[in-house]
């Protein structure tokens, strides 16, 4: 049983900065591509940023320079390093991850999610 846990969202004022992490357990053989989607009051679940396991990275338009894309593969771990946010990052975010739990086989996961509300 693989499972991803997010953590690091809250409440920000305009301009501020939040962390987001994304812990994978369970049977894992390795992680191939891991991103963040995120998904506001009314709208359809939108991609914010990914990261291959080579750590190449492709951001959203409304996001680059802004944001940025880590993660720790010893640790089994996805970072979003959220700066300068503004009233319309607000959303839930959801970590996404394609992993090979065992020999032959990857599969698609994805985290509870964790709301970021930026107030103005």
């Known amino acids: 049983q693989v499972q991803l846990v997010e953590s690091g969202g809250g409440l920000v004022q305009a301009g501020g900065s939040l962390r987001l992490s994304c812990a994978a357990s369970g049977s894992i053989v390795s992680i191939n591509s891991m991103g963040w989607y995120r998904q506001a009051p009314g709208k359809q679940r939108e991609l914010v940023a990914v990261?291959?396991?080579?750590?190449?990275?492709n951001y959203a338009d409304s996001v680059k320079g802004r944001f940025t894309i880590s993660r720790d593969n010893a640790k089994n771990t996805l970072y979003l390093q959220m700066n300068s946010l503004k009233p319309a990052d607000t959303a839930v975010y959801f970590c996404?991850?394609?992993?090979?739990?065992?020999?032959?086989?990857?599969?698609?996961?994805w985290g509870q999610g964790t709301q970021v509300t930026v107030s103005s």
């Open positions: 996404n991850a394609h992993i090979i739990p065992k020999a032959g086989i990857t599969l698609d996961y």
């Open positions: 990261i291959n396991n080579g750590g190449s990275t």
